[in-house]
């Protein structure tokens, strides 16, 4: 199923990305396309984090949306589109909307990475001072309206290029350095 990834990275290379633990908070448009990106890459461990359901609204812009779908969790739909891509993927699915209350429940587990597709500027902000302290590597994509904010955060939690990434929007060529990311790091 991976011969062309083997052909650009190598085995070795797709062996790491296979063996990384990605939290993916966000499951609508950006955060669908990372999923669909990190599934098809290689990962075989994901979890993935969403409370809504999916709207009509949805299906022009988010990839697990579509017209027999309507009114079901993202969560759900994104189990199945995954298990249908590759079976044997571990798929883990919270579905519950992050709060500054309930934001430990994504650190039950020991990630690799966490994908912040979210629409909540605190919940954020939680997640680059938690990920700080965790040494967990934060890819967050933001709209442009919060970009400015975002970034702040991060050079007031100190945290450094190596390990931060901050992306628009649509713009997923910051998706192909995280991959690069995965595969050449341990």
Not at 34 to 43: D, P
Not at 96 to 111: R, S
Request: proline share 1%.
């Amino acid at each position: 199923m991976y011969e062309r990834t083997l052909a650009l990275i190598g085995e070795d290379s797709l062996n790491k990305i296979k063996r990384k633990n990605i939290l993916v908070l966000g499951t609508g448009g950006v955060g669908g396309y990372a999923i669909e990106t990190l599934v098809r890459s290689g990962i075989q461990n994901i979890t993935i984090v969403d409370y809504d359901k999916i709207d009509y609204s949805n299906i022009n812009r988010q990839v697990v949306a579509n017209s027999n779908n309507i009114g079901n969790y993202k969560v759900n739909e994104w189990e199945k589109r995954i298990k249908e891509i590759n079976k044997d993927i571990k798929v883990k699915k919270i579905n519950e909307k992050i709060t500054k209350d309930n934001i430990n429940i994504l650190f039950e587990d020991n990630y690799d990475y966490i994908i912040d597709a979210c629409d909540t500027v605190i919940v954020k902000k939680l997640l680059i001072k938690l990920c700080k302290e965790k040494n967990i590597n934060l890819l967050t994509v933001c709209g442009t309206g919060i970009i400015e904010a975002i970034t702040s955060l991060f050079v007031l939690f100190g945290f450094s290029e190596e390990n931060t990434h901050i992306t628009f929007p649509l713009i997923f060529s910051s998706l192909i350095y995280f991959l690069r990311d995965l595969a050449i790091g341990s």
